[in-house]
């Protein structure tokens, strides 16, 4: 960082300083990667302003001494309801990207959720955490890759499977387009990372040799894979269109641990999950990559929480940014929270430390706001508490 790129903070505190660190740090077309969402953009805005539009109602002269955030998701005790949630490619955002986050998760105890599309492999995030990660699964055409990966991922101590259901077509995220990252143009994508990862001063993963660790997660799949490019068009070709609830079914009898469907906004989608056994869902958009023009995950959670009544836990992610966000998110009925961008963010900027002190400071929020709300309990955070 040279003078002139000074921050305007010698600590950063929120997630939008660690996003202004990562831009510094990353070249321009990883940090627009991790940044965009799909086509003009407008759920992705919506996904934080509608988070910002909820007012919270003060209640002073409680006894707030004994604030507890603690709680369990999925049966795993966290020590606040947060996730983080899965990012394909996240290891080239710092070396062995992806350890750094499982291993300042679990020092903050929340779980950390592994993409399919992770450069580190299952078994390496295993074992650098204490606390086994969540593994995430996008449906891929080669069924028997995805038992493979399933057998795997069990080996490795993993016993929650995150399943995406959003990705039918991956969305067109037109910042990629410009800067030559999109699906459709996928060699000139791979072909810039490749050379970017040759830089000596370059803080991506560069793995033994000089080859990259590329996609840990599919490495028996892509044992032939010699770069990039060839990863792409291996990823490009296995996302599957044709994929339907009766996939969802197989999928429920193959995988025997606890099953999270992420990327439901439909009351109906969410209750068909619960019908196939879902253990939980995650109310989302993908982080506004997908559908644009959907509605920001915060605006349909009450909606779908009032329709499973219970049933089962409801995570949502999209536009979490700090813990006043979390605590409006468990209001309107969510159980937890996941966040996507802003953990990138720190890892990208700070590595390891800096995830932890983002996390951390996040819980601080949460007991606060909580505080100022009057209640000591997440049970008692309730619709009463909004401005309606
Ligand atoms: C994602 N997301 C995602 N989801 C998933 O199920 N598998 C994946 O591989 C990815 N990859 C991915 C890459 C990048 C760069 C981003 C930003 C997001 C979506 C992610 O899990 C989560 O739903 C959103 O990021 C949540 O929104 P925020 O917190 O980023 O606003």
Same mark, same amino acid.
């Given at each position: 960082?040279?003078?002139?790129?000074?921050?305007?903070?010698?600590?950063?505190?929120?997630?939008?300083?660690?996003?202004?660190?990562?831009?510094?740090?990353?070249?321009?077309?990883?940090?627009?990667?991790?940044?965009?969402?799909?086509?003009?953009?407008?759920?992705?805005?919506?996904?934080?302003?509608?988070?910002?539009?909820?007012?919270?109602?003060?209640?002073?002269?409680?006894?707030?001494?004994?604030?507890?955030?603690?709680?369990?998701?999925?049966?795993?005790?966290?020590?606040?309801?947060?996730?983080?949630?899965?990012?394909?490619?996240?290891?080239?955002?710092?070396?062995?990207?992806?350890?750094?986050?499982?291993?300042?998760?679990?020092?903050?105890?929340?779980?950390?959720?592994?993409?399919?599309?992770?450069?580190?492999?299952?078994?390496?995030?295993?074992?650098?955490?204490?606390?086994?990660?969540?593994?995430?699964?996008?449906?891929?055409?080669?069924?028997?890759?995805?038992?493979?990966?399933?057998?795997?991922?069990?080996?490795?101590?993993?016993?929650?499977?995150?399943?995406?259901?959003?990705?039918?077509?991956?969305?067109?995220?037109?910042?990629?387009?410009?800067?030559?990252?999109?699906?459709?143009?996928?060699?000139?994508?791979?072909?810039?990372?490749?050379?970017?990862?040759?830089?000596?001063? *370059?803080?991506?993963? /560069?793995?033994? =040799? @000089?080859?990259?660790?590329?996609?840990?997660? !599919? +490495?028996?799949?892509? #044992?032939?894979?010699?770069?990039?490019?060839?990863?792409?068009?291996?990823?490009?070709?296995?996302?599957?269109?044709?994929?339907?609830?009766?996939?969802?079914?197989?999928?429920?009898?193959?995988?025997?641990?606890?099953?999270?469907?992420?990327?439901?906004?439909?009351?109906?989608?969410?209750?068909?999950?619960?019908?196939?056994?879902?253990?939980?869902?995650?109310?989302?958009?993908?982080?506004?990559?997908?559908?644009?023009?959907?509605?920001?995950?915060?605006?349909?959670?009450?909606?779908?929480?009032?329709?499973?009544?219970?049933?089962?836990?409801?995570?949502?992610?999209?536009?979490?940014?700090?813990?006043?966000?979390?605590?409006?998110?468990?209001?309107?009925?969510?159980?937890?929270?996941?966040?996507?961008?802003? *953990?990138?963010?720190? /890892?990208?900027? =700070? @590595?390891?430390?800096?995830?932890?002190?983002? !996390? +951390?400071?996040?819980? #601080?929020?949460?007991?606060?706001?909580?505080?100022?709300?009057?209640?000591?309990?997440?049970?008692?955070?309730?619709?009463?508490?909004?401005?309606?």
């Amino acid at each position: 960082m040279n003078l002139f790129m000074k921050p305007l903070f010698s600590e950063p505190a929120t997630a939008s300083d660690y996003r202004y660190l990562a831009k510094q740090k990353l070249p321009r077309f990883l940090f627009d990667y991790i940044d965009g969402g799909a086509n003009a953009e407008l759920t992705l805005e919506r996904n934080c302003s509608d988070f910002n539009s909820l007012q919270l109602r003060q209640k002073v002269m409680r006894d707030v001494s004994h604030v507890d955030v603690a709680t369990t998701l999925l049966g795993h005790d966290c020590a606040l309801p947060l996730a983080l949630a899965p990012v394909g490619m996240s290891g080239m955002m710092r070396q062995r990207g992806e350890v750094q986050a499982a291993k300042a998760a679990s020092q903050v105890g929340v779980p950390f959720t592994l993409s399919t599309m992770g450069v580190c492999p299952v078994e390496e995030v295993n074992q650098a955490a204490s606390r086994p990660c969540w593994f995430q699964l996008y449906m891929l055409k080669d069924r028997d890759a995805v038992l493979s990966i399933l057998s795997r991922v069990k080996k490795a101590g993993c016993d929650t499977l995150v399943f995406t259901v959003d990705l039918a077509m991956p969305g067109l995220r037109h910042r990629d387009t410009r800067n030559s990252l999109s699906s459709t143009t996928a060699r000139g994508k791979m072909s810039r990372a490749w050379q970017i990862a040759q830089r000596p001063s *370059w803080v991506m993963d /560069v793995g033994v =040799k @000089g080859k990259p660790h590329i996609l840990g997660n !599919l +490495s028996e799949i892509l #044992q032939n894979t010699s770069d990039f490019s060839d990863y792409a068009k291996f990823a490009a070709a296995q996302f599957d269109p044709s994929v339907t609830w009766d996939d969802l079914v197989w999928l429920r009898q193959q995988w025997s641990g606890k099953l999270i469907i992420k990327g439901v906004l439909d009351i109906d989608d969410a209750k068909r999950s619960v019908d196939i056994g879902a253990d939980a869902i995650v109310v989302s958009n993908h982080g506004a990559r997908q559908l644009d023009s959907a509605p920001s995950s915060i605006s349909v959670l009450p909606s779908i929480a009032k329709a499973i009544n219970g049933d089962v836990e409801i995570l949502m992610d999209g536009g979490v940014r700090n813990g006043v966000d979390l605590v409006k998110a468990l209001i309107l009925g969510a159980n937890g929270a996941m966040i996507g961008r802003p *953990w990138i963010w720190a /890892v990208a900027a =700070k @590595g390891e430390q800096g995830l932890v002190d983002y !996390l +951390s400071l996040f819980k #601080q929020e949460v007991q606060y706001t909580m505080a100022l709300l009057g209640v000591n309990q997440l049970a008692e955070l309730s619709p009463d508490l909004l401005y309606q």
